[in-house]
């Protein structure tokens, strides 16, 4: 079946560094893959979306890879501040008619000033 | 900025009741989806539509739960007889099929 893996459920990472984290996923051909944004209390916010024929996307401090070898993404958020803190969720989407988003579990990502 | 609309956005109800919640999409957007959240098993699909046609309920208890579009401005989940386990956060989200979707606040739904 279908699965998707966040590297961790938390990561704790001072402020100033660079936070990593990361998106296995199995048995799924995805068309492009998306990172989003979740608060306490919130619906998830849409950050990035990578396209399977692209390597790497940035916006401002963030950075996505996409390795459809690996089946992997990483999401980079380098200087990383304390408002950075929240929980980041993958999603994998096809190009088919009938296709539907697939999330990850998550990463709970706290920085610590 | 266009926002995802969902009501209401809090439900105590007792058990056996029956729970409907709405939701309107950004206009324009032709995919809606329905997702449930808990501790345990994160963001579930329910539900979703593509121009108001049901393309998968893979995801939804079919005996209790029942997902409809009635028009392009609303998306309606409904429970009945709703149990306790049906507590949650559910979530709705548009899009226009290909790119990032925008998610209401969501409703959270206890069933006691």
């Known amino acids: 079946s279908q699965k998707i893996e966040q590297n961790s459920e938390a990561l704790n990472i001072q402020e100033g560094k660079t936070a990593t984290l990361t998106c296995n996923y199995t048995n799924y051909s995805p068309a492009y893959l998306q990172w989003y944004r979740q608060d306490p209390g919130r619906g998830p916010v849409f950050l990035l979306l990578?396209?399977?024929?692209?390597k790497e996307k940035r916006k401002e401090r963030l950075k996505v890879t996409f390795d459809t070898t690996l089946k992997q993404s990483l999401f980079h958020i380098t200087a990383s501040q304390p408002a950075d803190s929240a929980t980041y969720l993958c999603a994998l989407d096809s190009y088919s008619s009938a296709s539907k988003i697939i999330f990850g579990s998550g990463t709970r990502l706290s920085i610590r000033p | 900025d266009a926002r995802v609309t969902q009501t209401p956005r809090h439900k105590v109800t007792e058990m056996g009741q029956e729970v409907t919640m709405r939701c309107q999409p950004i206009?324009?957007?032709?995919?809606v989806f329905w997702y449930r959240q808990t501790m345990m098993q994160g963001l579930e699909l329910l539900a979703y539509?593509?121009?108001?046609?049901?393309?998968?309920d893979s995801g939804m208890p079919k005996d209790r739960f029942s997902a409809e579009m009635p028009d392009a401005t609303l998306a309606t989940l409904k429970i009945q007889p709703s149990e306790p386990r049906d507590s949650a956060v559910y979530f709705c989200?548009?899009?226009?099929?290909?790119?990032?979707?925008?998610f209401g606040s969501g409703t959270r739904l206890t069933v006691v």
């Open positions: 990578i396209r399977e024929n692209e």
């Open positions: 989200a548009s899009g226009s099929g290909q790119g990032g979707y925008t």
């Open positions: 539509f593509r121009n108001r046609a049901p393309l998968d």
């Open positions: 206009l324009g957007h032709n995919t």
